[in-house]
């Protein structure tokens, strides 16, 4: 079967002791840490804070041993029996699933990290392509027409380079927002999506 991964290109694998039932984490992981997995006999995730393949128990000693893997019926979930060499919490607790909820929690927090921005961003330009609101500079460009927002991206796209062949690196990111916000106006524009580019990045891949 072939597995589903999401827009980070990583799938949620939940590990379960295999000898009590109970759920002791949830992890992600990419097809790299998935081999790595697979091939050996403890199990690896990807660490979306650093960034790189993180193998469990690798500092505290309380690795997680796979004894069998599942794929949910829609390939987008893992489910990793395992036989832990200790407590699978980093706070010394069995299961990272301690605390009991009683009722809605006081509040949420939001993770603004990764490419997802780019989808909210783009959702808003579109709203701004549908209303139009007075003073809005992004449905000024879109006003002016394909022909300015494409002559914007250009200008962005000059000083994006500029910067980084300058050795500007705290400029360079500035910069590179910019750009990418012009070229999703101009996406909005032209009634193309991200989503279309994404497609075509995904084939890209091999």
Excluded at 1 to 9: A, R, T
Excluded at 27 to 51: A, C, H
Aim: overall charge negative; hydrophobic content about 40%; some cysteine.
């Amino acid at each position: 079967m072939e597995l589903k991964l999401n827009e980070q290109g990583l799938i949620p694998a939940i590990a379960q002791d295999v000898n009590t039932g109970q759920v002791l984490m949830l992890g992600y992981m990419n097809p790299g840490s998935l081999k790595r997995t697979m091939d050996g006999i403890q199990v690896w995730f990807y660490s979306r804070s650093r960034e790189d393949l993180w193998h469990k128990g690798e500092v505290s000693g309380n690795y997680l041993n796979l004894r069998e893997a599942y794929a949910d019926c829609d390939g987008d979930t893992l489910l990793l029996k395992v036989e832990p060499d200790g407590p699978a919490c980093h706070t010394g607790d069995v299961s990272c699933f301690s605390g009991l909820l009683k009722g809605m929690p006081e509040g949420f927090q939001r993770a603004d990290d990764g490419s997802g921005v780019l989808e909210e961003l783009f959702a808003l330009v579109q709203d701004r392509k549908r209303t139009m609101p007075e003073g809005s500079y992004t449905a000024r460009l879109l006003e002016e027409g394909v022909g300015r927002i494409a002559q914007k991206v250009i200008e962005e796209a000059g000083e994006t380079a500029i910067a980084a062949a300058q050795g500007e690196v705290e400029r360079l990111p500035e910069e590179a927002a910019d750009l990418l916000y012009h070229l999703l106006v101009l996406l909005a524009a032209s009634d193309a999506t991200p989503k279309q580019v994404w497609a075509l990045l995904r084939e890209r891949r091999g």
